[in-house]
């Protein structure tokens, strides 16, 4: 049942995701996606709401089933009317109302993670509590396969025309609108059923803020805050990962900037998905013990050198383009790069879930593990908009015209500054570097 719910809310994030890379393709600037990167933050403000989920409920109907139920068919209805007007939002390049409508539908998945994260804490016994990372994280990859990787590439008309067509057409086999109205109708389908056949235990008697309500529950959230040790994590998961900023969050825009098709860089993904259903499988192994962080403290500085491939990849994309594309050992160097960087990504998640899992108090738990995940989501959030904010100013647009002089065209390909791009990258990862020690004392803080 927790492959389900974590599958279901992987939809909507792989699908906000896609989005920005269907913006790209009609040539916004950098600052509107930083503007639509704020569709990502209710995962980093959930936590204003999440002692209101853990304390509102009726105990008929379940405690999680109570906010699941209710939050699911809002989902799937919100998906329906989204999928009438997101047309006429993106031909209109109404970035401000597409931004909108897409941080209330992530604001909706991310009520939908307080209470599964909640209810993992009950659901599964307490020696297997630290798997609940392993369902996340294999839920969440499949549901961001399909909201993403298989959306762009049934939605990209070359790539249809190219591998599933026999007659060329100009649009893909599946739009956004197609897209969104047959998930809002599982989502509606699927709450239907979990409504009605499936139970919930009551374990909710003994819990030291049980018949206190939500007052009780905003008190306990605060005694938390005042713990040293959470204090400690809180520092270390809101810094530790702007180093990663501009690699995570600016690669793949660069790419489809510099003429990479966005359906070849999504199916780039495909032979990942393996490695990323068994990775966490076996990364478990070693996060279940009473140990979890060792793993996220040694993907660190492997995760920081991958940003600097990275940037050598947007830097060499432009000279390796040719007039029938991109050769195929320029897409075996970025599949390569990315399952290197997927590694190091999914050890630090996977561990970093694993952490939070098995330290969290189950009695509050949605409120507890919510804390520390919302810190967590808050510490690549933040440095991630504000990169995306710095890009166009660390930007210029030139073009050659017909007689080989520089002249400024809406058609010009915005591109980042040499030496400020190098400036840049030698400020970040001498920082992450530099931080890189602290970082360690704080995990052996947690881990010895």
Wanted: glycine share 6%.
């Amino acid at each position: 049942m927790m492959y389900l719910f974590t599958y279901l809310q992987g939809i909507p994030l792989g699908l906000a995701t896609s989005i920005p890379l269907l913006l790209q393709s009609r040539r916004i600037s950098y600052s509107e996606q930083a503007l639509f990167s704020l569709v990502f933050w209710p995962f980093s403000l959930k936590l204003l709401w999440a002692p209101l989920v853990d304390s509102i409920f009726s105990r008929r109907f379940g405690r999680r089933k109570s906010w699941l139920v209710p939050t699911q068919y809002l989902l799937g209805i919100f998906m329906l009317f989204l999928a009438r007007n997101i047309d006429a939002l993106l031909e209109a390049k109404n970035i401000v109302a597409i931004t909108a409508f897409f941080f209330i539908l992530e604001l909706l998945a991310a009520t939908q993670d307080i209470v599964v994260d909640g209810w993992a804490l009950t659901m599964l016994s307490k020696e297997n509590v630290g798997f609940a990372s392993t369902c996340n994280s294999i839920g969440h990859t499949a549901g961001y396969f399909l909201g993403n990787v298989l959306f762009l590439a049934l939605e990209s008309a070359s790539f249809c025309n190219r591998y599933l067509r026999t007659e060329p057409s100009d649009v893909g086999i599946v739009t956004l609108a197609d897209f969104l109205h047959f998930w809002g109708a599982v989502f509606v389908v699927t709450t239907t059923f979990v409504a009605i056949f499936k139970s919930e235990a009551w374990t909710f008697e003994k819990g030291p803020v049980a018949g206190h309500g939500v007052l009780a529950t905003y008190q306990q959230l605060l005694s938390i805050l005042k713990l040293r040790s959470v204090q400690l994590y809180c520092l270390m998961m809101l810094t530790c990962k702007v180093g990663f900023a501009a690699a995570d969050n600016v690669t793949g825009l660069k790419l489809v900037e510099s003429g990479v098709p966005k359906a070849q860089l999504a199916m780039l993904a495909v032979p990942l998905v393996p490695l990323q259903v068994i990775l966490p499988l076996v990364i478990i192994r070693y996060t279940a013990g009473p140990r979890p962080l060792h793993i996220f403290s040694a993907a660190i500085p492997f995760r920081l050198l991958m940003g600097l491939v990275f940037a050598l990849l947007v830097w060499l994309t432009p000279y390796v383009k040719t007039d029938s594309g991109f050769p195929i050992h320029y897409y075996m160097a970025l599949l390569v790069s990315y399952t290197l960087h997927q590694i190091s990504l999914y050890s630090m998640f996977v561990s970093q879930m694993a952490f939070n899992a098995k330290v969290s108090d189950p009695t509050i738990g949605g409120t507890y593990m919510t804390l520390l995940n919302t810190v967590c989501n808050l510490g690549s959030n933040w440095p991630g908009t504000l990169v995306l904010w710095l890009v166009d100013p660390l930007s210029s647009s030139a073009c050659k015209g017909a007689t080989g002089s520089t002249e400024l065209s809406c058609n010009c390909v915005p591109s980042l500054v040499p030496t400020r791009q190098a400036l840049l990258s030698c400020i970040a990862i001498t920082a992450g570097l530099w931080k890189l020690d602290f970082y360690l004392d704080i995990l052996c803080y947690f881990t010895n």
